[in-house]
């Protein structure tokens, strides 16, 4: 792609974006920019929107309210043939009818480029993508990774303003889906295509992007890098998607890095709120450890640990992890589970008491909801 | 399960009963019956029809017919398949009901009403001399075009479930597909609808052929003594004037030219369905 004429300007942005369904608001003032050579990610639940939103940019839908621009020109109107996008859809969407070739060279042809180039292009983004030596089959006669990676190849050759992903990755196997994830990220690193990835997987949003706008019900909750989203999550909602799956109610925030949730106090990591507030207190399930346990798990204690007392409910090998359940206090109000990265031997007995260590990291603070 | 299994195996062999000695037994005593004149094996029959003027003429016209009504048939119940598969899946239902609703009633009782729609005071020829006064009516009963539109109304219903079923069976995503790719609608219907819709115009071409081929009631109603089908004359033969062997013989020589017809068709819906 020749872009040394293209500015570092936003190549995507929304603005006040709103869209209804049945007169009832899905999406309401939605706001993103996205530089030149980004990679995005809209990563949410089901619902959450994060669809709507890419086929808005496409052009598939049209929105009800707000701008949409890409490289400065409005396209909120557009229709999608005229707006130079390139489109991964989640069932590869190939036309069954043409081979291999004819499908990557369909867009080429739609822009009545000369026979030479159609031929140069097509070719170039079949190799790029390892498809040379199928280009003469059909469709059905291609595995679903490798009608994924034409449907790749289809949209990279018209070489597009902006790829767009609409969750391409969902319909293949944990294997297969690794080794896509890998080949999209080294597709993006050589061409610094500009993309927008819609998908509810955070591990791919995580692996993919440089930037990810996490959505709930038509809401961007955080948007920001990936290293921020998980150190960082700006809401419950946001920590809870990225694996701060355990959470205890009616905590007090004594300092900035203090939290005590009936008595127990807990250190933590981040927090934006002030002291004396009340809220709930997110954690992860691993960054935790027994003490007397650190030489083996190599989380040696530090300023950012505190050791705290918990019960044991139970005990259980999960792989080569050691999962408990634990309470912070003999009632069992506050219950919680973590995951030791070892397999501990013996396992702890019920009922037992333990001294965890907590890394503060792992550990938030946010209003209540 | 395993009783479930016995139990349709019970069913088919019944359903397979009821095929051969209602249908395939009589079909064969056609067959036999055209090949013998007076106890002898005899091509007499074929002979006839293939020599006599009146007989080439019937036939000529009931495949010349068949494959205008076909075609026309066609275009019109794409048009009209199309039509309804761009609507909501609510109003899909609606406009099915209303299209296929003529299905639910006689095709003698629909064709009555064609008949005062197209008669010297109708409907039809009624607009034409309030628009052009002091002319005569065209007339439209009893003519090659009547029976035209007789079978067009006839074989629309199953033309349209045809082509609706297989362009309902494209995918929209590869009409998105298109668009994103940046060919236009009308570009994108040439390209990926249509082609992935040919095999619903073959399978609605066959059943259209057949039905136009095969039928009695239309011309006999709306065309009148000098516009009858191959299907009017076997009637003719056997019910008036009780020549069984010459009416098996008109009815096998139609039958063996709609099945070629239909080869040739479901040949190409084949390679349609391939590609």
Known sequence: MDRSDIQMSSTISLKGVKKLFERHAVIEDLNLQLKDGEFLSLLGPSGAGKTTILRMIAGLEYPDGGEIRIKSRDVSTVPPNKRNLGMVFQQYALFPHMTVWENVAYGLKARKLKKEMIKEKANKYLALTGLSELASRKPRELSGGQQQRVSLARALAIEPLVMLFDEPLSNLDARLKDQMLQEIHQLHQKLKFTAVYVTHDQNEALFLSDKIAVLNGGKIEQFDRPEMILSQPATAFVADFFGYTNTFASAILKDEHMVSISGVELPVGYTTETPGSSGIVKMRENGVNIVGNEEASGLEPSKAEKSIEAYVIEARYLGSETKLLLRLDQEGEHSFSVKIPQIIRPLPEIHSKINLLINADYVTFYLEE | ?275
């Open chain 2, 1 to 275: 399960m395993i009783k479930n299994k016995k139990y349709y195996t019970i069913a088919g062999w019944l359903a397979a009963l009821y095929f051969i000695l209602l249908f395939l037994v009589p079909l064969l005593r056609m067959f036999t019956l055209s090949f013998f004149s007076e106890g002898k094996i005899s091509f007499e029959y074929y002979t006839t029809i293939f020599t006599s003027p009146v007989y080439l003429r019937v036939l000529y016209r009931t495949l010349y017919v068949s494959f205008l009504v076909t075609g026309i048939g066609l275009v019109i119940g794409y048009a009209i398949s199309y039509f309804i598969s761009q609507k909501s899946e609510k109003q899909q239902k609606k406009w099915l009901i209303l299209v296929l609703s003529p299905m639910f009633m006689s095709l003698t009782i629909r064709l009555f009403g064609w008949m005062m729609l197209l008669g010297q005071e109708g409907l039809i020829n009624r607009v034409f001399s309030w628009l052009s006064p002091g002319k005569d009516g065209i007339p439209l009963l009893f003519s090659y075009t009547a029976v035209a539109i007789g079978i067009v109304h006839y074989c629309l219903p199953f033309i349209i479930l045809n082509i609706y079923a297989s362009l309902k069976r494209v995918d929209n995503a590869l009409i998105e597909a298109s668009l994103m790719l940046g060919e236009s609608k009308v570009k994108t219907f040439w390209k990926v609808i249509f082609p992935l819709s040919l095999p619903g115009i073959f399978a609605a071409a066959s059943i259209s052929f057949a039905l136009s081929a095969s039928t009695f009631l239309v011309p006999l109603m709306l065309g009148g003594p000098n516009n009858l089908f191959v299907s009017n004359l076997a009637y003719n033969a056997i019910v008036n004037m009780g020549d069984y062997p010459q009416g098996a013989a008109l009815s096998i020589v139609l039958l063996f030219i709609v099945v070629i017809v239909l080869s040739i068709i479901s040949f190409f819906e084949r390679r349609s369905r391939i590609a």
